[in-house]
């Protein structure tokens, strides 16, 4: 089955300092690999996005994601983390043989940036 | 401004009752997505729509229903056949589907049975 995992329920960091935030997946072909950030009782917002080309990712708010093909992974990271990073963080993956209309999402890693 | 507008924002619903929550895009996107999330289980997906007229279930369908009559709606009802109703849901849109594009979400709404 397809499938995505963020292993890490919570991930705590202090302010200042490099933050990762886990992803690994399993799917057919070639994925379309997405984060996205959600804050309390919000929708979710799209940080970045794997499709093709260079495996470093950059996106919104000083984000980059880290594709690796051979691990299936796509970390999400930062240098230099903020207390307003704090969220709730998903992985997701658009399998190509769905049509891009079935994402699946990760159960999501919450993020704590510590003053 | 272009984006997705959920409403309401909380809704409550009794024992037996059907509820419908509505869904308004102006994003001229062709595709929807109706998503329910439960704390530690990330989103789910309950119906989609490719194109007005058309909808396809997703992994959850049963207990919603969904109409696509305009290309900017996509209602979903909440039938009194879901069990366990309470959750916070999320609609989505993308240009087509999301092989290469991103989805754009609306602010969410919750649901509780009392």
């Known amino acids: 089955a397809q499938s995505v995992a963020q292993p890490e329920d919570q991930v705590n960091v202090a302010e200042g300092n490099p933050l990762t935030v886990k992803c690994t997946y399993s799917v057919s072909g070639n994925p379309y690999l997405f984060w996205y950030v959600q804050y309390p009782n919000r929708g979710l917002q799209f940080l970045l996005k794997?499709?093709?080309?260079?495996?470093l990712v950059k996106g919104s708010y000083g984000f980059e994601a880290e594709f690796n093909k051979s691990q299936t992974s796509f970390h999400l990271k930062k240098p230099s983390a903020l207390v307003s990073d704090s969220a709730l963080y998903f992985c997701a993956v658009s399998p190509p043989n769905t049509g891009g209309f079935k994402t699946i999402f990760g159960a999501g890693t919450r993020l704590f940036v510590k003053a | 401004d272009g984006g997705i507008t959920q409403s309401p924002k909380y809704l409550f619903r009794k024992e037996g009752q059907n509820v419908t929550l509505s869904c308004e895009q102006n994003?001229?996107?062709?595709?929807m997505y109706w998503y329910r999330q439960d704390p530690g289980q990330g989103l789910r997906l309950i119906y989609y729509s490719q194109i007005v007229n058309d909808f396809q279930k997703g992994d959850i369908a049963e207990g919603y229903s969904v109409s696509r009559e305009k290309k900017e709606s996509f209602p979903l009802t909440v039938t009194s056949a879901q069990k366990n109703p309470t959750a916070f849901y999320l609609c989505?849109?993308?240009?087509?589907?999301?092989?290469?594009?991103?989805?754009?979400f609306g602010q969410g709404t919750r649901l509780t049975v009392v």
């Open positions: 989505a849109s993308s240009i087509r589907g999301t092989l290469g594009t991103e989805a754009f």
């Open positions: 994003l001229n996107h062709d595709a």
């Open positions: 794997y499709i093709t080309g260079d495996n």
